[in-house]
Nanobody
Framework: QVQLVESGGGLVQVGESLRLSCFAS????????MGWFRRAPGKEREVVAA????????YYKDSVKDRSTISRDVAKNTLYLQVNNLEPVDTALYYC????????????????????WGQGTQVTVSS
C-alpha cells in the first residue's frame, strides 16, 4: 500500500508560480496512475491534472492546462505539479492521489476511482 505526502504549497501573489511535490512511500510510483486534485472553500474536489502509470499520457483541467505541468521522477518516487501564473481561483487544498490499474497508458480524472490519497497542501493566491 502506498502512502502519499504532499509539500510545496504556500501563500503566493497573483502571477507567481509553485511546484507541488508528492512523495510516495511503501510502493513504487510507477505501479500507479496518479493525479492532482484540489478542493476550494465551498466547492467540491476537482481534478487538476493526471498522469498514466507509464508516465506517457497526461490530462489537464481546461482552466490550468496552458500553465501547468504534471510530471514524475521515478527514481525519487515523487510526483510533481508545476503551476504558473497563479490566480486567486487556484486557491485550494491540493491533494495527490494514486490509482492501482492494469492499464499502463490510461489517465483517470474521476476522484472516486483513486484508492490512495495524501493529506493535502494548501495553496493560497493573494491579489
Amino acid at each position: 500500500q502506498v502512502q502519499l505526502v504532499e509539500s510545496g504549497g504556500g501563500l503566493v501573489q497573483v502571477g507567481e508560480s509553485l511546484r507541488l511535490s508528492c512523495f510516495a512511500s511503501g510502493s513504487t510510483l510507477s505501479n500507479y496512475a496518479m493525479g492532482w486534485f484540489r478542493r476550494a472553500p465551498g466547492k467540491e474536489r476537482e481534478v487538476v491534472a493526471a498522469i498514466s502509470k507509464n508516465g506517457e499520457k497526461t490530462y489537464y483541467k481546461d482552466s490550468v492546462k496552458d500553465r501547468s505541468t504534471i510530471s514524475r521522477d521515478v527514481a525519487k518516487n515523487t510526483l510533481y505539479l508545476q503551476v504558473n501564473n497563479l490566480e486567486p481561483v487556484d486557491t485550494a487544498l491540493y491533494y495527490c492521489a494514486a490509482l492501482s490499474t492494469v492499464y499502463p497508458d490510461s489517465v483517470f480524472a474521476t476522484s472516486s476511482r483513486y484508492q490512495y490519497w495524501g493529506q493535502g497542501t494548501q495553496v493560497t493566491v493573494s491579489s
